[in-house]
């Protein structure tokens, strides 16, 4: 139920701000998405969608933090480096 | 898809368990609150990934699950009205009421539409001015802003033939009601990274600092759910009880504020059944007082006898994490997602159909 899903903005049609609505990709597959709830939301931008209401615009740099702490566990495992 | 599959990578999703199995020296019950955790959980086998010591047990976060057999006894009269289009996500036709379920109204010749959204309930109302369009309101609060914005929109267009049939609940009451339980065996939790989203993760530090109990709030790909139970083992094991965010690609500490106004516009915070788990206080959301005129249960005059069905179902005790869907007598034998018994069965989200369908899921 509460399965909500990444998708691209690829346009934005704004009159009523509760209507706010934009074209997502999700996939290649495109859906109009109510965008009120994300009014900072862009072209380009990639939104977690849910019951045809974006939720929240994904933040790229904390998207990379995964990833960041993988490397982290993984410096902490490799043997020191020998000293010249 | 960006955002998907950089998440699903087995090389990284094996790091993390790596680093899982080098944290653990002691035994560790997690629980995850969501069912859409719960479906990655058994679709990725992730539970195969991770060390003996550590055990999961799948939560209430499954909202069709917990609405109550009453509720269901309601919809099932309400669609069965002439002058009725009930409207509903497709999960919920095939949940069991007292008698029957709504799959069967619509078999005999009920108007029942599947919708995408509530907003399509709203279109279906303008487009059908004779009839009365009924949407079943269900969910947790990641589905409360847009249950609530089709409220919202229905008063302010002046729609008078829509009402809502609200069975809203919401998780921090839920996880307090685990904890209390003399049976509870969570000691971390995963919290709904979905439900964060809306809602942020304040209401979370009370419950961390009394139970002194690690809450992580956690995504849904297999590298979140693995990193979700790394931050939440390494806080059990450096004795911490802290609410760490894992999700932080979506979530916000403070939610998403626009969504929240209109959440508190619509709705007001009610004691509310859950199914199997009984009556918890403070649980749910009501309409509040300038749109009760969209209550489907003032609209329709519906006294309905609602009495659980007597089988072998345990799926109360599965929502609440005390037993695993594969303890149940009737597990994959008079209960299939086929012919299910209990909610838990019907829902993708359920854990029971989560491990009927992924049956490699260990006991």
Known sequence: ???????????????????????????????????????????????????????????????????????????????ENPTP | MKFVDEYRKSKQANQFADAIRRCVTRSWTLMEICGG???????????????????????????????????????????????????????????????????????????????????DALKIAQDNPQKEVVFFAIGFETTAPANAMAIYKAKSDGIKNISFLVSQVIVPPAIRTILDSPENRVQGFLAAGHVCTVMGYREYEPISKDYCIPIVVTGFEPLDILQGIYLCVKQLE??????????????????NLPAQKIIQEV????????????????????????????????KFSCEVHSQERSTECISGLVLQGIKKPNECQAFGKSCTPESPLGATMVSTEGACAAYHRYQSVRS
């Open chain 1, 1 to 79: 139920m509460c399965l909500a899903v990444p998708g691209k903005i690829t346009s934005i049609s704004a009159d009523d701000p509760l209507m706010r609505t934009g074209q997502v990709s999700f996939g290649g597959i495109f859906k109009e998405v109510n965008l009120a709830y994300v009014p900072e939301a862009k072209i380009n931008d990639y939104v977690i969608t849910h019951v045809g209401f974006a939720i929240s615009v994904l933040n790229e740099e904390e998207a990379h933090r995964v990833f960041d702490t993988l490397n982290q566990l993984n410096a902490l495992d490799e043997p």
């Open chain 2, 267 to 298: 709705f007001q915070i009610v004691p509310r059944h859950w199914r199997g788990i009984g009556e918890i206080a403070q649980s749910g959301l009501g309409l509040r007082e300038p749109y009760t005129q969209f209550d489907a249960e003032n």
């Open chain 2, 238 to 255: 450096e004795g911490r009880a802290e609410v760490e965010n894992q999700y932080s690609r979506s979530v916000r500490k403070e939610g």
């Open chain 2, 37 to 119: 955790q719960t479906h990655s959980i058994a679709k990725y086998s992730l539970q195969d990934l991770l060390p003996e010591k550590i055990s999961l047990l799948h939560g209430p976060g499954c909202p069709v699950c917990v609405t109550p057999v009453t509720l269901i006894d309601k919809a099932v009269h309400i669609a069965a009205l002439p002058d009725v289009i009930f409207c509903s996500f497709g999960d919920m036709l095939r949940v069991p009421g007292s008698r029957e379920d709504l799959l069967t109204v619509k078999s005999k010749g009920g108007d029942l539409r599947i919708v995408y959204s509530p907003m």
